[in-house]
């Protein structure tokens, strides 16, 4: 038997969607049905507003225009994370300044977090990883006492919650993933959402190439012209009228998906209790999501071994980051601590397959195979 690490599905709605909207005429972005996917976050999560984007690295670049990010400003963040959650602040001219990961979990280690703080900070960047909330509280708490804005990566994070909030709705910015590997995809495109109201006008003309563009469509001006910085950060249509059909299904694909997740945590809680691995933790402050289904071996020589096992048995489990602060871009030029946690879940995490599709036979032979192994 064969089992993909990831498989994307579809509602059945998405190609009726798209020729909707290719038969409006209006297949550009900022149509219907960019509108109607907006709607259904601000309605849904209570974001203040929300912009759709080509994807979650556009939407951290916005939010690092916005901030107005320049050389000299620090930008803390979590060195076990993908290139997008920082790249747009080293675009921007920032030094980047890593934190490590907790000891039992991927997120970011607040305390360590309060220990890099400098006059300089601008920005704190956090990742919620595997849909699983950042201990937000006491972050807020440092950003008001040191005037620094906090960014969300909830590129994993669609549907997620800390103490009963949305996760993308606490900080300044927060920003979303539809690549085809998250719950809900698009194949590419993205989602920033603005929490700070100030920020909202200005959100709207980067977006729109530096114009003031939507102002002038909502009969707001007489013409549009350049007016600030900016970017085209819009998707096309087609790709929103495909979102919404999965945007219409989210309950259903995220109650499958959190079967699947649990079915893989009671079969696979023996060989977690004798301590063959560590599983996923989840705080008593943050919601499950099921974006993924992950292990923690004991080294990297055990993760390799299991890995190779399971790719000869046609199961395809991956690894995740590599920390950031060792990458052949960043490492020479690090001159921070060592970030031991981040550099041990590098080495030792690994995922599970986990996809809407997958049928209990498929999710039965990975589970045997583990037992298998471990037996």
Same mark, same amino acid.
């Given at each position: 038997?064969?089992?993909?690490?990831?498989?994307?599905?579809?509602? *059945?709605?998405?190609?009726?969607?798209?020729?909707?909207?290719?038969? =409006?005429?209006?297949?550009? *972005?900022?149509?219907?049905?960019?509108?109607?996917?907006?709607?259904?976050?601000?309605?849904?999560?209570?974001?203040?507003?929300?912009?759709?984007?080509? %994807?979650?690295?556009?939407?951290?670049?916005?939010? @690092?225009?916005?901030?107005?990010?320049? #050389?000299? !400003?620090?930008?803390?963040?979590? %060195?076990?994370?993908?290139?997008?959650?920082?790249?747009?602040?080293?675009?921007?001219?920032?030094? +980047?300044?890593?934190?490590?990961?907790?000891?039992?979990?991927?997120?970011?280690?607040?305390?360590?977090?309060?220990?890099?703080? =400098?006059? &300089?900070?601008?920005?704190?960047?956090?990742?919620?990883?595997?849909? $699983?909330?950042?201990?937000?509280?006491?972050?807020?708490?440092?950003?008001?006492?040191?005037?620094?804005? $906090?960014? /969300?990566?909830?590129?994993?994070?669609?549907?997620?919650?800390?103490?009963?909030? @949305?996760?993308?709705?606490?900080?300044?910015?927060?920003?979303?993933?539809?690549? /085809?590997?998250?719950? +809900?995809?698009?194949?590419?495109?993205?989602?920033?959402?603005?929490?700070? #109201?100030?920020?909202?006008?200005?959100?709207?003309?980067?977006? /729109?190439?530096?114009?003031?563009?939507?102002?002038?469509?909502?009969?707001?001006?007489?013409?549009?012209?350049?007016?600030?910085?900016?970017? %085209?950060?819009?998707?096309?249509?087609?790709?929103?009228?495909?979102?919404?059909?999965?945007?219409?299904?989210?309950?259903?694909?995220? @109650?499958?998906?959190?079967?699947?997740?649990?079915?893989? @945590?009671?079969?696979?809680?023996?060989?977690?209790?004798?301590?063959?691995?560590?599983? #996923?933790? +989840?705080?008593?402050?943050?919601?499950?999501?099921?974006?993924?289904?992950?292990?923690?071996?004991? =080294?990297?020589?055990?993760?390799?071994?299991?890995? %190779?096992?399971?790719?000869?048995?046609?199961?395809?489990?991956?690894?995740?980051?590599?920390?950031?602060?060792?990458?052949?871009?960043?490492?020479?030029?690090?001159? *921070?601590?060592?970030? #031991?946690?981040?550099?041990?879940?590098?080495?030792?995490?690994? &995922?599970?397959?986990?996809?809407?599709?997958?049928?209990?036979?498929?999710? !039965?032979? $990975?589970?045997?195979?583990?037992?298998?192994?471990?037996?």
């Amino acid at each position: 038997m064969v089992v993909p690490f990831n498989q994307q599905h579809y509602t *059945g709605k998405e190609l009726q969607y798209i020729q909707d909207c290719m038969n =409006s005429g209006r297949i550009s *972005g900022d149509g219907k049905y960019t509108t109607a996917c907006q709607q259904f976050f601000e309605g849904k999560y209570h974001f203040k507003k929300t912009f759709l984007t080509t %994807s979650c690295t556009d939407s951290l670049e916005m939010a @690092a225009l916005l901030l107005q990010i320049e #050389p000299g !400003d620090e930008v803390i963040a979590p %060195s076990y994370a993908f290139v997008s959650t920082v790249n747009p602040f080293v675009l921007r001219g920032a030094k +980047i300044i890593f934190a490590d990961s907790l000891p039992d979990h991927p997120n970011a280690d607040i305390n360590h977090i309060k220990s890099l703080i =400098s006059p &300089r900070t601008k920005a704190v960047v956090v990742v919620h990883y595997a849909g $699983v909330a950042v201990d937000m509280d006491p972050l807020l708490t440092l950003s008001e006492k040191h005037g620094f804005a $906090v960014v /969300e990566d909830a590129a994993q994070a669609i549907d997620a919650y800390y103490k009963g909030k @949305a996760l993308g709705g606490i900080g300044n910015f927060g920003a979303f993933s539809f690549h /085809e590997t998250k719950n +809900i995809v698009s194949g590419e495109g993205g989602l920033l959402v603005v929490n700070d #109201p100030d920020y909202i006008q200005r959100a709207e003309i980067i977006r /729109e190439k530096g114009t003031n563009r939507t102002a002038f469509f909502r009969g707001q001006a007489d013409r549009y012209g350049w007016t600030d910085i900016g970017s %085209s950060f819009l998707p096309s249509d087609m790709i929103a009228a495909f979102l919404y059909a999965q945007l219409e299904s989210l309950e259903s694909i995220q @109650a499958k998906r959190m079967q699947i997740w649990s079915r893989y @945590a009671k079969a696979l809680s023996p060989l977690m209790d004798s301590g063959y691995f560590a599983g #996923p933790q +989840i705080p008593s402050f943050a919601s499950n999501n099921a974006h993924v289904f992950y292990i923690v071996l004991p =080294s990297l020589q055990h993760r390799t071994e299991l890995m %190779s096992f399971l790719k000869k048995e046609g199961i395809s489990a991956v690894f995740h980051y590599l920390s950031l602060h060792k990458s052949p871009y960043f490492g020479p030029q690090y001159t *921070g601590e060592q970030l #031991p946690n981040s550099d041990k879940f590098s080495d030792c995490l690994l &995922r599970l397959p986990l996809f809407f599709d997958m049928t209990t036979i498929q999710q !039965d032979y $990975v589970i045997g195979k583990l037992l298998d192994y471990y037996s």
